[in-house]
């Protein structure tokens, strides 16, 4: 028990200290789409995928990229809040 | 004991790294100059199936004007009088869905709202919006039922695919991935000549997740699954009723392609329509946190600071929390 307690803490500890190290406001870069999840499926099923979403690969990458422009200003204009 | 001391110093490293809660200022949020207007359209990326698209059909096309604007469809500037909520499965969607709620909370319990000033939230996950659910038949923005505030939110496309397996598809019952699988997985969702897919067909209708659809978002956004017809139990009071033939967890489920202007008509809903895109891999991003709930206490009428701090990455709510009552009262629109 103690050690299923230990690596849920363990697990959490990363993922907080991962986030907050992504939390500053100048880290909002929409051209590295970042990957979420890291157990991927087997390559050939990824190329499969790839090559069928391609449209919404498109619409996510552009979502990116609009939604770091809407924020940016926001971030900027309230530096004192954020910077 | 070595596993008490590591859990000791990983304890204060966390309280180091924690952030300090955002200053509530007396002033208004700056939402930044007009001039540099966030647009989906002209920043295609380089994505390697645009590149090769004929340049003569990018430059023909102009979808600006095809589609309503939403000021032309609601009720202007006015405060808003419904969220709605367009759930992207897999995608962070019961976190929004736990922040909007948290939201109504406190509107609701807000010393600067009359209590005759309800707002009511709506969510969709099943379905696909399909441009009747917008404006039409059944609409969703039109001026008799107020302003609305749309949401949405988009995660990495394939990790969400990913998910979806693991969580509900064939990951979850059998337990495995491999190449076979995920083949067998996509394959059974392919349509079938007459409509439908297997996958679907043999597992019924009350088979709701675990499904692969191609292209997703974009279905969920447009209705690319064939030609929609408005359910008969509209309600007058919320312009909301059901939508048939869009729902992705029934036997008549009708597949189509999803082709380019699908992917642009996307794109227009997105950028006229949706007040908040969220993106889930920012979620704990304070910016994005303070903007959004910035975003709603204006368009709510509030003055800033009135709605409790309430961060996307801490919102996942489960059936045990006190906002289960309220997520019941929810208006699900399948």
Redesign the interface.
Same mark, same amino acid.
């Given at each position: 028990m103690?050690h299923t307690f %230990?690596f849920s803490?363990?697990r959490l500890?990363y993922t907080?200290?991962s986030?907050?190290q992504?939390?500053g406001?100048t880290q %909002?870069n929409a051209n590295e789409?970042?990957?979420?999840?890291r157990?991927?499926?087997?390559p050939?099923?990824?190329r499969?995928?790839?090559a069928?979403?391609? %449209? &919404?690969?498109?619409?996510?990458?552009?979502?990116?990229?609009?939604?770091s422009?809407?924020?940016?200003?926001?971030?900027?204009?309230?530096k &004192?809040? %954020?910077l | 004991m070595s596993c008490i001391i590591l859990l000791l110093f990983l304890l204060a490293i966390t309280s180091a790294t924690r952030q300090e809660p955002l200053p509530i200022l007396d002033s208004e949020w700056n939402f930044g100059a007009t001039s540099r207007r966030a647009t989906l359209h002209n920043d295609s990326s380089d994505t390697q199936a645009f590149l090769d698209e004929p340049a003569a059909r990018k430059k023909n096309y102009q979808s600006k004007n095809i589609l309503p604007t939403k000021e032309e469809l609601t009720a202007g500037p006015a405060p808003i009088k419904r969220i709605f909520l367009r759930r992207m499965r897999k995608a962070g969607s019961t976190t929004v869905f736990g922040f909007l709620l948290a939201i109504m909370k406190d509107y609701s319990s807000s010393p600067a709202v009359a209590r005759s000033s309800n707002i009511t939230f709506d969510r969709m996950e099943y379905s696909s919006l399909n441009l009747g659910c917008l404006f039409g038949s059944a609409p969703l923005l039109t001026k008799p039922y107020g302003t609305v505030f749309l949401v949405t939110h988009l995660r990495e496309p394939l990790s969400r695919i990913n998910s979806e397996y693991w969580f509900a598809g064939p990951g979850k019952t059998i337990g495995v991935a491999n190449e076979s699988l995920w083949a067998e997985w996509i394959a059974l969702s392919r349509p079938l000549p007459g409509g439908g897919a297997l996958r679907i067909t043999s597992m019924g209708a009350g088979f709701n997740a675990g499904i692969y659809f191609d292209n997703y978002y974009t279905r969920m956004l447009t209705g690319a699954c064939g030609n929609c017809a408005v359910g008969k139990k509209l309600d007058p009071a919320t312009g909301f009723g059901p939508v048939t033939g869009c729902s992705s967890h029934t036997k008549a489920f009708p597949f189509v392609n999803v082709t380019r202007e699908k992917f642009y008509t996307a794109v227009d809903i997105l950028e006229h329509y949706f007040d908040a895109v969220l993106i889930l891999e920012w979620f704990r991003r304070p910016s994005l946190n303070a903007w959004l709930q910035a975003t709603l206490e204006r368009q709510l009428g509030l003055p800033r600071g009135s709605l409790k701090r309430h961060t996307l990455g801490h919102m996942r709510i489960g059936s045990n929390t006190a906002n289960a009552k309220l997520k019941t009262e929810a208006s699900p629109i399948y």
């Open positions: 103690i %230990f803490y363990l500890t907080g200290l986030c907050t992504q939390n406001a %909002f789409a970042p990957a979420t999840y157990s991927r499926p087997p050939g099923a990824l499969a995928l790839e069928e979403n391609k %449209f &919404d690969i498109e619409l996510y990458s552009r979502a990116l990229k609009y939604v422009k809407k924020i940016e200003p926001f971030e900027e204009n309230n &004192d809040v %954020f | -």
